[in-house]
């Protein structure tokens, strides 16, 4: 059982929570049920004899924390603790969105939630809206502050009144927390240049070369291309800042005390806010340590661990994302191990099922998807994932090498064909999407690119050839309806819903023409989205299909997360099969094909689903008879049958 479960167990035992001093009480509850657990976890990352002071700091800021959230949330927290893991409902279906880019600013935002209502969106991530420098700021992750809104973007005034509008229209809402660095121009840092001792002691710096060359020798490179190293020279103090990202993202020093401290305090502030999933950005990067990559450390686990807890006792509604697109059996990890297990995060990217299903298209084969996922180590039921085809970043082939050798390809050739098959290396492609932090020094490169484009819509449009727009749609609908019925949260990128393709506008901008990620950050067309309903263009049959897809996963609770994805082994080497069952009764078999030849697939590739007369297709409502005792699957053909 973890922490929270107990929380819930208290919280439900406790009845009357409409008055104040009831939620006083199991606020109380909570800190006493947690305490053992973040003095060890404290005293862990920083050793006692020397530290007892700063944990006497942090246990007297609980209480003065819970007393700064507001009351309807602490209200809403207690409500969410009785009513179970609700992030992992099948009624959840999610949005991620740049507010700028959506619709202007926060109020342009609100006037569209009947946009997303529309398509069945009640979840938005909202990029970072936070204050930050003018130039250069990696797309708002340079923070100036961690709870301030951008005057760009609105006021605080404007965001409150979105999250309470999207609470009374139970909409949930995502924001960053970038918890490993702040910008160079956030207060810590301006005070450290200014020479402040205290404030140098946030980050990580050194007045020569020494330090910075031994951590070189391990540390990777991020941005190997646009920022090389992970030092940067800061003339004014005359020291090295350690910089992992971009020379003006400066590296939290977590191995101060005072620095976690100060840290949970702007947690609170913005989940103040009406934040309901916290997303901890580069978490992997967390803690850094001499002769080691810095990345996925035990000490780092430990520290999201403890930001889990005490934020369990000040507002146990909120929960937390891992944003860790590390190796499949690190990804894992962050839903906490050991006794730490469920006590991490609540919520981590399937940045390994994003990946593969990106390999599965380009090959037009599931081995390796099957491979890995085979080989992933379960998660804690308690946990789940968001599933994702596109985001605003890079896609990283983040899967083992082994599993590529073992299914008899070649690794170092498999990723080099994926690089060019998706980065306009093959002519045959139907892919156009660009490389993003090509390192010619190793070969090694990651994609980028829009859904849309990446899947050959773009490239048929040009062409102006229909048969290879509609396998590109085709392929469009398919790659989201296994993000809506796998396992977790569906997030799908803003504009995607619309087959948005590349935005080439970015290379005429000097912030951010070296950084290519920008191809798929582009405008919402709210011109094609007014002519949607005249249902006569491609956009709008991607739009109707996956609000059909949305409403029926909402229908079935073979959809919640309860860890009920049971993978179907089958010998044909283009179709995937899943079934997420539901107490072995009212399951739903996923069927897809990767191949743009039909496939025929026989009864006992079925199971069960096979000894039946005929098939009903819930996407369709249509039934499906057998043909000689097999089903036919059109190229990117998805089913969703039902038991
Ligand atoms: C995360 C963000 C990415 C950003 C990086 C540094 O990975 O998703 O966009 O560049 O963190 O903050």
Redesign the pocket.
């Known amino acids: 059982m973890n922490q929270a479960s107990l929380h819930r167990l208290i919280a439900s035992a406790q009845t009357d929570t409409d008055m104040p001093s009831e939620l006083g009480k199991l606020f109380h509850l909570r800190l006493a049920g947690n305490l053992t657990l973040i003095k060890d976890l404290f005293f862990t990352l920083y050793p006692e004899n020397e530290n007892t002071e700063s944990f006497e700091k942090l246990l007297s800021e609980f209480l003065v924390l819970f007393e700064e959230r507001p009351e309807n949330l602490q209200l809403q927290d207690v409500d969410r603790l009785r009513g179970g893991d609700w992030y992992r409902s099948e009624q959840l279906a999610g949005m991620q969105l740049y507010v700028d880019h959506f619709n202007k600013d926060l109020k342009g935002l609100k006037n569209k939630l009947g946009y997303f209502e529309k398509l069945g969106i009640n979840f938005l991530h909202l990029m970072p809206i936070t204050p930050r420098p003018k130039g250069e700021n ?2 708002g ?1 340079a923070v100036n502050s961690y709870h301030e809104v951008d005057e760009k973007y609105g006021t605080r005034q404007d965001l409150l009144t979105l999250t309470e509008t999207m609470r009374k229209k139970n909409m949930f809402l995502m924001m960053d927390f ?1 918890a ?2 702040t910008s160079n121009e956030f207060s810590w840092a301006k005070k450290a240049i200014s020479g402040d001792e205290k404030y140098q002691g946030y980050y990580y710096m050194y007045p020569n070369r020494s330090m910075p060359d031994a951590f070189e020798q391990t540390l990777p490179e991020i941005f190997p291309m646009t920022s090389p190293g992970n030092f940067t020279y800061e003339p004014e103090m005359k020291k090295w800042v350690m910089t992992v ?1 971009n020379n003006y ?1 400066w590296d939290l020093n977590y191995t101060n005390p005072e620095v976690f401290i100060e840290m949970l305090r702007n947690l609170m502030k913005l989940v103040n806010l009406g934040v309901d999933v916290v997303r901890l ?2 978490l992997a990067f967390m803690w850094k340590k001499l002769g080691t990559q810095s990345q996925n450390l035990p000490e780092a686990h430990a520290l999201i661990s403890l930001f889990r807890l005490c934020l369990q006792i000040i507002a146990p509604g909120v929960v937390l994302l891992a ?1 860790a ?1 590390v190796a499949p059996n690190e990804i894992i990890k962050y839903f906490g191990s050991g006794r730490l297990k469920g006590n991490e995060c609540e919520i981590a990217y399937n940045a390994t099922l994003m990946a593969l299903l990106w390999d599965a298209i380009a090959t037009k084969k599931t081995a390796l998807v099957y491979k890995n996922l085979y080989n992933l180590p379960k998660k804690p039921e308690a946990a789940t994932w968001i599933n994702y085809i596109r ?3 890079d896609i990283g082939l983040g899967f083992e090498d082994q599993f590529i050798d073992e299914i008899g390809w070649n690794a170092q050739n498999h990723r080099r064909f994926l690089l060019n098959y998706y980065c306009q290396g093959l002519d045959w492609s139907p892919a156009k999407g660009e490389i993003f932090m090509y390192n010619p020094k190793t070969g090694d490169g990651r994609i980028t690119g829009s859904a849309a484009s990446l899947l050959g819509l773009e490239k048929a449009l040009e062409q102006k050839n229909k048969a290879k727009i509609d396998l590109a749609i085709a392929k469009i609908i398919m790659m989201h309806g296994i993000v809506l019925s796998y396992g977790g949260i569906p997030l799908i990128y803003a504009g995607d819903e619309i087959g948005t393709l590349n935005d080439y506008s970015y290379l005429e901008d000097t912030h951010k023409k070296e950084d290519s ?1 920008w191809v798929n950050r582009p405008q919402q067309d709210w011109t094609t989205v007014e002519n949607l309903d005249d249902k006569t263009s491609y956009q709008s049959t991607i739009f109707f299909a996956l609000q059909n897809l949305i409403r029926i996963r909402k229908q079935h609770l073979a959809f919640a997360d309860t860890n009920n994805l049971a993978l179907y082994d089958n010998p044909n080497p283009h179709v995937l099969l899943y079934e997420r069952t539901l107490n072995n009764e009212e399951g739903v078999l996923v069927v897809c094909n990767f191949n743009d030849e039909p496939q025929l697939l026989d009864k006992i590739t079925l199971g069960a689903y096979g000894t039946k007369a005929g098939l009903e297709d819930l996407i369709t409502g249509n039934s499906i008879t057998f043909e000689y005792g097999k089903v036919k699957v059109e190229p990117y053909q998805l089913f969703w049958f039902q038991s």
Request: glycine residues 6%; aromatic residues 12%; hydrophobic residues 25%.
């Open positions: 990696d797309g992750y970038v490993n660095h990202f993202q950005d580069a944003e697109i985001c605003h970043d990620r």
